[in-house]
């Protein structure tokens, strides 16, 4: 697939909690990506630093890249204002601004340097039938935003958010206020404009995800714990945290019943004192094994498991330490 938005080390900090941990992930192109996760994972403060909305946050703290078409939004002389352009967001709740129908969608043209009225008539025809509102409200066009129901608002600002023509659509749970008919025609029109858009939305829904994503990121407290093309994501989950997720079942914190440190150990040296470990240790014991060697992050798992023992979990810790949780099973 390919990509369009690349997070490279992405830490992010409100005070002196940190909030997002070393998140580093290629968003693919023209496809629809879920971020899944319980609640104060990271999910809604991942999806805003990627428009960089996450600057309204007081205290703050970001660092690591965000590139978007090879671009670093983070870049100090990065424009703000035109990468929010790029970016059309849908929040939980709708907020059409306190204006008709009409100025609402002209709104974002007009504030680009819009003014010729045929043009903006046009515009406004154009992005209200994309989504897919144009029938029910052409005939009031001129009449209050805040008249509309709950479910033709969420399209409204849909529209108001194409009408800047952006790049990617960003999606904060964009359903879950509406009524189910209302959700309905929203997912379906995310279906629709995936051909033209790069769409990231979180939801709590895990049915929403499987219905609509082509890829999926799983967040944990922070951490990106596993991510790949949905189907697969789904039907095969790589970590028992992932694994425990999307089963409805709880994630368990393993108690750490012994540590190995292997900083500064190369392969493979690495695997070879990870399994000697293992061999002194009680079966259902937790061993946690942190590497700075990026060839340790996929040779020692897999050592651990041809042994016929168990792989937890997979870890980064920052920029170049990475932690590896496994248990003894033979």
Not at 63 to 83: F, M, N
Not at 107 to 129: C, M, N, S, T, W
Not at 230 to 243: G, L, R
Request: aromatic share 6%; charged share 30%.
């Amino acid at each position: 697939m390919k990509t369009h938005i690349e997070i490279e080390n992405l830490n992010v900090y409100y005070g002196e909690e940190q909030v997002l941990n070393n998140i580093s992930i290629d968003i693919p192109d023209k496809k629809i990506t879920a971020i899944i996760g319980p609640s104060g994972c990271g999910k809604t403060t991942l999806l805003k630093s990627i428009n960089r909305l996450i600057d309204e946050v007081d205290g703050v703290k970001v660092s690591g890249k965000v590139l978007v078409d090879g671009e670093d939004i983070y870049d100090p002389k990065a424009e703000v204002t035109q990468i929010r352009k790029k970016m059309g967001l849908l929040s939980q709740k709708p907020y059409p601004l306190p204006m008709s129908i009409y100025d609402n969608v002209a709104y974002g043209p007009r504030i680009h340097g819009q003014k010729d009225k045929k043009k903006l008539d046009a515009l406004v025809e154009h992005y209200l039938r994309e989504s897919s509102l144009w029938d029910e409200v052409k005939d009031k066009l001129h009449s209050s935003a805040a008249r509309l129901s709950v479910g033709q608002q969420q399209r409204l600002c849909l529209a108001r958010g194409l009408a800047v023509e952006p790049e990617a659509i960003l999606g904060d749970e964009p359903t879950s206020s509406l009524d189910p008919v209302s959700a309905e025609r929203i997912e379906r029109k995310l279906l629709e404009l995936k051909g033209k858009y790069t769409i990231i939305i979180v939801t709590h829904s895990l049915r929403q995800a499987k219905r609509l994503a082509d890829y999926v990121l799983f967040l944990y407290l922070g951490n990106l714990i596993e991510h790949g093309p949905a189907e697969e994501f789904f039907k095969n989950p790589k970590h028992v945290k992932t694994h425990a997720y999307i089963n409805g079942r709880f994630i368990d914190e393993h108690k750490i019943d012994k540590e190995l440190n292997l900083k500064g150990t190369e392969c493979p040296a690495n695997f070879v004192k990870t399994k000697i470990a293992l061999e002194g240790m009680e079966i259902g014991q937790v061993l946690k094994v942190i590497v700075d060697d990026k060839t340790a992050v996929s040779e020692v798992p897999k050592a651990v498991e041809y042994d016929g023992h168990k792989v937890l979990s997979v870890n980064p810790l920052n920029n170049t330490d990475w932690e590896i949780i496994c248990q003894k099973e033979l």
